[in-house]
């Protein structure tokens, strides 16, 4: 705009600042002729003034618009002060410095391109079919079972373990992060907790599927391994005893523990009192420590040194480990070294077997960004309630589940309700949502709705249409069978003139204002304009609603922000 404005203002073209040198064939901004010059005649085919050698001058004079005066010469007031050129040695340095970078930059891309599949690469991945989610989701409450196996898989593995085990489910600890990322909960499963399993279809290296029967009354780690089970028969365990369904797994052996340790440099623990386990090999002194490698290794499977020396009392001091790391892995000094962040990828993606849904290296990224966007101190760590098992009268080595405390906590996981204190919503979310409840409300009878199940229990849709018909009055219902896909949430759409009938459903249902969504109606079976409820998984049952406050479970538990010493 100033060269323009500069330009205007002495009735000189814009375009015309700049010239071609006919010495060197390139664009110049014009300079000020050094001295008196002859006018230039606008004739066509005049040639310009030479100097006394008979060369031409280094660049032509310029053009001036018609009718324009000619500009004074140097010294006179008004004239222009010559503007100095680049050299051209900076010129070609700076394109060759340009050049330089976009070769690096492509070069890099390339490389990091080449680096994320030799990643992909590194994953292993198994088909559990029906028992987990098709895809990863980051709009929605998630949950990944995390299984560390007993099998003697990797190098100086040899002396761990049962030398005969297939790779049971030592360590499980079941991960639920919440749809709004405000906390997650860590719930270990014991490996000793009597359940059932049920019936587990697998799918063998030829493509071809072998359902492996189910046992009653066994220990837990009995879902993985033994028989050709895989981690899907774990995940259905879970479901089939806790009622959570589980959407995703992750699989570690030793090495693992051992690698995952050393890319971050060591993992700071606790212990109350000296340790120096015969059989884990755990020598450390009383206060904090830095474990890594084969000590973390040892670290997570000492339980003669801790509590009561059982599994229990060891499923604690893992937890405060699994703290530990997460803190190492999410502080500044791992996140901004590029060594590290590359040494953890190497380890993460060579130690992991997952789900083929979540088996690529973006995936994976996702699920970590996700889960980094949870306060630590919202992360709580607990463990499934449980009591001796009552059929062993001699020795004690199994239990079962405290009735009085679990099916709480498994609601509490379900309902996304944290187990640690988030902050509210904030206040103009809860206004938006009031708002979609205020107004009248239409009649029973006047409510058109199609019942989906999206994520309930089977028979769920059809259980709630002949509550509605028979308890509620709403007999403009039907069953629309099972929806396109699941839901974290339970749903209803309704059209702009159906707020009415919206309202009084959401109030029948104990349905929040986030749960309306305002959109477009379907056709009914008469052809008539119908909302469309559609049931989610965290639908509790004909006639209970949703918004029915959850009985808090009065569990043990600990946060991923809090350092504590194992004793």
């Known amino acids: 705009m100033d060269a323009q404005r500069r330009g205007r203002g002495d009735q000189i073209d814009p375009a015309d600042q700049w010239v071609l040198n006919p010495n ?26 030479t100097r006394a050698g008979g060369t031409r001058t280094d660049v032509p004079p310029q053009r001036r618009r018609r009718g324009a005066p000619e500009e004074p010469p140097p010294g006179r007031r008004g004239g222009r002060r010559p503007v100095q050129q680049k050299p051209k040695k900076a010129k070609k340095a700076l394109m060759w410095t340009g050049g330089t970078m976009a070769f690096v930059l492509v070069a890099a891309g390339a490389a990091g391109y080449i680096y994320l599949r030799h990643l992909e690469g590194n994953v292993t991945t198994t088909d559990v079919g029906s028992a987990g989610a098709s895809n990863f989701s980051k709009d929605e409450a998630f949950s990944v079972l995390i299984i560390g196996t007993d099998k003697r898989t990797g190098e100086g593995n040899e002396g761990y373990g049962d030398k005969g085990s297939s790779g049971h489910a030592d360590t499980t600890i ?80 030793f090495n693992a523990v051992k690698t995952l340790t050393t890319a971050v440099d060591g993992v700071d623990v606790c212990v109350e009192k000296p340790v120096n386990d015969k059989e884990s090999k755990l020598v450390l002194p009383a206060g904090p420590s830095k474990v890594e490698g084969e000590q973390a290794l040892a670290f997570v499977r000492t339980r003669k040194s801790f509590g009561n020396s059982g599994d229990l009392d060891r499923i604690k001091v893992q937890q405060q480990f699994l703290g530990s790391l997460m803190r190492k892995m999410s502080s500044g000094d791992t996140l901004t070294s590029p060594s590290k962040l590359l040494k953890l990828a190497e380890a993460a993606t060579k130690a992991l077997t997952v789900d083929k849904a979540i088996g690529n290296v973006g995936t994976l990224k996702d699920i970590a960004l996700e889960l980094k966007k949870v306060p630590t101190k919202n992360i709580a760590f607990t463990t499934v309630p449980v009591k001796d098992n009552p059929a062993e009268t001699v020795v004690k080595a199994t239990v079962v589940l405290e009735e009085s405390k679990a099916p709480q906590l498994f609601d509490m996981i379900r309902n996304d309700v944290s187990l640690t204190e988030v902050k509210q919503r904030k206040k103009k979310e809860k206004d938006a949502e009031a708002a979609r409840l205020k107004g009248t409300k239409a009649p029973a009878s006047e409510v058109r709705v199609r019942i989906l199940n999206g994520g309930a229990d089977p028979g769920s849709a059809q259980k709630t249409l002949q509550y509605l018909q028979v308890e509620e009055g709403v007999t403009k219902s039907e069953n629309g069978g099972n929806a396109p896909a699941e839901l974290a949430r339970t749903t209803l759409e309704y059209a702009p003139g159906q707020a009415d009938q919206a309202r009084r459903l959401a109030d029948i249902m104990g349905l929040s204002g986030s749960a309306m969504k305002p959109g477009e109606s379907v056709r009914n079976a008469q052809g008539l304009p119908a909302m469309t409820l559609t049931l989610g998984k965290d639908f509790k049952g004909a006639g209970v609603k949703l918004d029915a406050p959850v009985e808090t479970a009065d569990v043990d538990k600990s946060t991923a922000d809090k350092v504590k010493c194992a004793s």
Do not use: W
Request: proline letters at 8%; a negative charge; one cysteine or more.
């Open 174 to 253: 079941l991960l639920h992060v919440a749809e709004d990322r405000s906390n997650a909960t860590a719930l270990s499963i014991p490996r000793d907790l009597i359940v059932n399993i049920p019936d587990c279809p697998t799918k063998l290296e030829d493509g071809s599927e072998k359902v492996v029967p189910g046992l009653r009354g066994v220990r837990f780690n009995r879902s993985l391994g033994e028989s050709g089970r895989d981690p899907g028969c774990t995940m259905r365990t879970v479901k089939e005893n806790t009622g959570i369904q589980v959407d995703h797994f992750m699989m570690a052996d």
């Open 24 to 49: 060197t064939g390139e664009y110049e901004l014009r300079l000020t002729p050094s001295g008196t010059q002859s006018p230039v005649s606008g004739t066509r085919g005049s040639t310009p003034p």
